[in-house]
């Protein structure tokens, strides 16, 4: 095939069926729309992001070869008369990377804690989307630092990334471990791999790396010197652990399996394990499925209800999504009937049900389907991030602090 499809979240190559309207990166999981020259994505993906074909590059350079002396002249023209004022749309553009989690720790030394994560930028007409490590402060969300370019756009599904102590760690496609200065991004060093590095693992004054052959070494902080180590249990890196009792635990699927009852008129599609406190999310059954909540603690409900707070008849049939236990407070996102609103974050007293406050999700451009959930108590500060963005906003009133990153 020609033309090239690349996954939007993580950049990889994408081989979609002739003629599908839909496809799964198997590298992050992300499931896109297929965008076919010259046709209309499927009504049934409004909300998706989009796979969109290329050509290979050397196609473009057989049809700009004619034309590179006409342009050429022109463009010198316009830059001599002052109407050129950058060098493209993108230029300068740093996107957030939602294929990969992030790290939540107290970088500048203010109290509060920082976001450090995968970002990506581009480098201006003729160039590419590379890949980096940045900081951006928690309470503003202004950008601490970023690393230099460390490997192209579609390789961070083979990298590793973890913080441990002062530094931060990233594996590289080709097997390299790079360690960075927490405090401003500075690079200390850079160690070659035998083997591919599959978990990094924060230990007290160093870290702990296991590789796909199932070794495990101590990493020096310092200087990347490396010394046999047993591999901890469990691995504690940052946000990729969410076993810390700091940061939301996971949800698992399914409703059945020895698990809690389904409340009466509500079908179970997954559960959130907190002990003591276990939350159910589905949807009304029978009847127009709209998103349900139930909660329990030590083995009894406590109550029963609909997700949102407006009009239930209004919102998008289906369970909310990325439910979320952060202190009192439940969290959960859900989508309106009208496909074209923003999507919505709603928190609920985790003990009586009680609405705490609702809030639209602002859109950046075009991509705005939320992908993670991370909250963090002790900071007051509820993170969403989406496809090429990532938005800060207060946990206990909702309010929105600010973005990080744009879709272009």
Not at 7 to 12: D, E, L, N
Not at 197 to 214: F, H
Not at 245 to 263: I, W
Not at 305 to 332: K, Q
Request: with cysteine; proline share 7%.
């Amino acid at each position: 095939m020609l033309r090239r499809f690349s996954c939007p979240s993580c950049g990889a190559n994408l081989s979609p069926e002739p003629e599908a309207a839909r496809v799964t990166c198997e590298y992050c999981g992300t499931t896109a729309a297929v965008q076919w020259p010259r046709r209309t994505i499927a009504p049934d993906t409004p909300s998706m992001p989009v796979a969109v074909s290329t050509l290979p590059r050397w196609v473009y350079a057989i049809y700009a070869i004619p034309v590179i002396g006409v342009l050429s002249s022109v463009g010198v023209s316009v830059f001599k008369a002052g109407g050129l004022s950058g060098v493209g749309p993108l230029a300068g553009v740093v996107q957030w990377s939602s294929s990969a989690e992030f790290g939540l720790r107290d970088v500048n030394g203010d109290g509060a804690d920082d976001v450090v994560g995968w970002v990506r930028s581009f480098q201006g007409v003729g160039g590419e989307f590379s890949t980096h490590i940045a900081a951006y402060d928690g309470l503003s969300g202004a950008r601490l630092w970023m690393t230099p370019a460390l490997f192209a756009v579609g390789e961070e599904h083979k990298a590793r990334f973890g913080l441990a102590g002062d530094a931060a760690l990233v594996t590289g496609p080709d097997g390299s471990l790079h360690g960075f200065a927490l405090a401003d991004g500075v690079a200390r060093w850079r160690v070659k791999l035998d083997e591919r590095a599959t978990q990094i693992c924060e230990r007290d004054d160093d870290a702990v790396l296991v590789t796909a052959d199932e070794r495990a070494r101590a990493v020096a902080l310092t200087d990347g010197a490396f010394q046999p180590a047993e591999a901890p249990t469990p691995c504690v890196s940052f946000g990729s652990a969410h076993t810390s009792e700091r940061l939301a635990p996971r949800p698992r699927h399914g409703g059945g399996g020895g698990e809690l009852p389904p409340p009466k008129g509500m079908s179970v599609r997954e559960r959130l394990s907190a002990p003591p406190v276990e939350v159910a999310i589905g949807t009304k059954d029978p009847g127009t499925a709209v998103p349900m909540v139930a909660v329990y603690r030590d083995g009894r409900e406590r109550w029963v209800g609909v997700v949102p707070e407006v009009d239930p008849l209004t919102v998008a049939e289906g369970p909310a999504r990325h439910p979320t236990i952060a202190g009192e407070a439940l969290i959960m996102v859900y989508e309106l009937g009208d496909h074209d609103a923003d999507e919505r974050v709603v928190a609920r007293n985790l003990a009586n049900g009680a609405l705490l406050w609702e809030q639209a999700i602002p859109r950046s451009g075009e991509a705005g389907s939320v992908q993670r959930v991370l909250a963090d108590v002790e900071s007051d500060r509820l993170y969403i991030a989406h496809w090429t963005y990532l938005q800060g906003f207060s946990l206990k009133t909702g309010e929105h602090l600010y973005t990080i990153g744009r879709w272009r």
